[in-house]
């Protein structure tokens, strides 16, 4: 059997819904990171507060509040990572046993696919945890970088080094804060792609609940809301 009759197990509706499902997770990616300065989303305006936290860990002495956390910060990555790869490996156990998952969705939801369609549906959700697992493992890198950084920042406020290498650092925490995110929305996604399971219309409504509550997250929550108050 060829991948075109393979393939021809998918209906339109399928390829529509799989189509939405990346396309959500690519525009609200885009807009997140990119959105303006009339309407930044929380990781934009949490940048802001990064930059300004390292301009005040300059003149803080001594810097174990800093430090610890940064501690923190890689303690978070390093668990969903950790999180992401196990994950990875259950559904990878499914797809091993293909099979078993079709006569079990035949008992539960009353779908007679083969194995194939159920294979193809997993590795759907094994891409997205996959992005989210390289997203977590290269933030915590750049977290141990920053603190690298952050502790090669002259302790005299008024050394010419002191505050170009504080900047360094915030834009790299920046950068690993930004991937962050990313594996949080791969996380989201591939969560989103279990619907799927259960038919196209169950991943079009999945898909669209996601986009709705990380929108509701970047744009219109009450965390946003404080964080807008610049004169706090």
Do not use: C, H
Not at 10 to 26: H, I, K, Q, S, Y
Not at 72 to 86: D, E, H, I, K, V
Not at 119 to 139: D, G, P, Q, R
Request: glycine share 8%; hydrophobic share 55%.
């Amino acid at each position: 059997m060829t991948w075109t009759d393979r393939l021809a197990f998918f209906g339109p509706l399928d390829f529509t819904a799989v189509g939405l499902l990346f396309g959500a997770w690519f525009v609200i990616g885009v807009w997140i990171d990119n959105s303006s300065v009339k309407n930044p989303s929380v990781s934009n305006l949490m940048a802001g507060y990064r930059r300004e936290w390292m301009i005040q860990m300059v003149t803080r002495d001594p810097r174990i509040f800093d430090a610890q956390i940064l501690a923190s910060l890689r303690q978070g990555t390093a668990f969903f990572a950790s999180t992401s790869m196990l994950a990875i490996g259950g559904t990878l156990a499914l797809i091993g046993n293909g099979e078993r998952v079709s006569g079990l969705a035949k008992e539960l939801i009353l779908v007679s696919d083969p194995a194939f369609v159920w294979e193809m549906k997993l590795l759907v959700i094994v891409f997205f945890l996959s992005n989210a697992f390289l997203k977590f493992v290269w933030s915590n890198r750049l977290f141990g970088y920053t603190a690298v950084l952050v502790a090669s920042v002259p302790n005299d406020p008024e050394d010419t080094r002191a505050m170009p290498r504080a900047m360094q650092a915030a834009e790299v925490s920046i950068t690993a804060a930004r991937g962050f995110n990313r594996g949080l929305r791969g996380v989201y996604f591939a969560m989103a792609t279990v619907a799927w399971l259960a038919g196209p219309i169950t991943l079009v409504v999945a898909t669209l609940f996601t986009l709705g509550v990380i929108y509701r997250r970047e744009f219109a929550s009450a965390s946003r809301k404080i964080l807008m108050n610049t004169q706090a």
